[in-house]
């Protein structure tokens, strides 16, 4: 009789014994299930912010791409517009120096017509190219002057693609032009420090209160104007977020004698940083 009671209690704790181990295994089963399906979900999670992140990035390139297109349609119309200006008063001569003067200009902006960055070297041709045409257009109506810091190699500094042209062609049509005479436009870019640089555009001319009360032509409408100021600022937006780095754009009037102006300063702040120089 009491072997038996033994054997009965051995088999109960047996019994007892295997269903807490079953129990074990299947609570271990179902959180390593738990823990994998939370790592594969985090994996999703994290593989979806990455492709949203990737699709960002795209979409702003895009973007930029396309407000940079902007700017180049208006640019060459202005150009063709002389030339026409030209044909229609009979200067021969003159159309056909600046149709040449066009023609080069046009194939520097169309073999960099899919790129967000130029070296500087290529900015100040595409810069001196055009505006030896708008003194061509204004019959030397204009006098400037293209510097470079003497810290800067040209040849490798990444810059913005036709960002600084739009503010060069306001300075002239709606600051220098509405002046008598003594003309000047100036452009300098500044190494200010390591990886940090600016272009400053300075003219003499009237300033931006006084322009806003001239009318102008069908050619240089203030709703065109404004449009090419509105890319500049998108574009310097999009490329603080695209690139995570500085760039600023600040426009002031110079102060003159007796509450006058004298005349209009653009001031772009930008930092390099690798990504610039790396094709995507």
């Known amino acids: 009789m009491p072997i038996t009671t033994n054997i009965t209690t051995l088999l109960l704790a047996a019994t007892v014994l295997a269903f807490c181990f079953l129990l074990f295994l299947r609570y271990?089963?179902?959180?390593?299930?738990?823990?994998?399906?939370?790592a594969a979900a985090a994996h999703h999670?994290?593989?979806?912010e990455n492709e949203l992140q990737l699709l960002r990035h795209q979409l702003s390139e895009l973007k930029l791409s396309g407000l940079k297109s902007q700017v180049n349609p208006h640019f060459a119309f202005n150009c063709l517009n002389g030339i026409y200006t030209a044909l229609m008063t009979g200067e021969t001569s003159l159309a056909q120096?600046?149709?040449?003067?066009?023609?080069?200009?046009?194939r520097k902006m169309l073999l960099l017509t899919d790129k967000n960055f130029i070296s500087l070297q290529e900015e100040t041709d595409m810069l001196d190219q055009y505006l030896r045409l708008e003194q061509l257009r204004t019959n030397n109506g204009f006098v400037y002057t293209l510097k470079t810091d003497s810290r800067i190699s040209p040849a490798t500094l990444p810059v913005p693609c036709m960002l600084v042209q739009p503010f060069v062609e306001n300075a002239i049509w709606h600051g220098l032009m509405h002046k008598a005479n003594d003309r000047q436009l100036h452009i300098r870019w500044i190494q200010l420090q390591q990886n940090l640089y600016a272009c400053e555009v300075t003219d003499n001319g009237i300033g931006r209160a006084q322009a806003l009360q001239y009318h102008h032509d069908g050619l240089k409408t203030n709703n065109h104007h404004s449009r090419g100021m509105e890319i500049c600022i998108e574009r310097a937006s999009l490329y603080r977020s695209l690139y995570h780095t500085r760039f600023d754009i600040e426009i002031t009037d110079l102060p003159g004698e007796e509450n006058t102006v004298r005349g209009t300063r653009v001031y772009i702040t930008f930092e390099v940083v690798p990504a610039m120089t790396t094709p995507h």
Do not use: P
Not at 33 to 38: E, F, G, I, Q, S
């Open 28 to 38: 271990r089963s179902r959180h390593l299930l738990l823990k994998n399906n939370a």
């Open 45 to 48: 999670i994290n593989q979806q």
């Open 97 to 106: 120096e600046y149709i040449s003067g066009f023609a080069i200009l046009l």
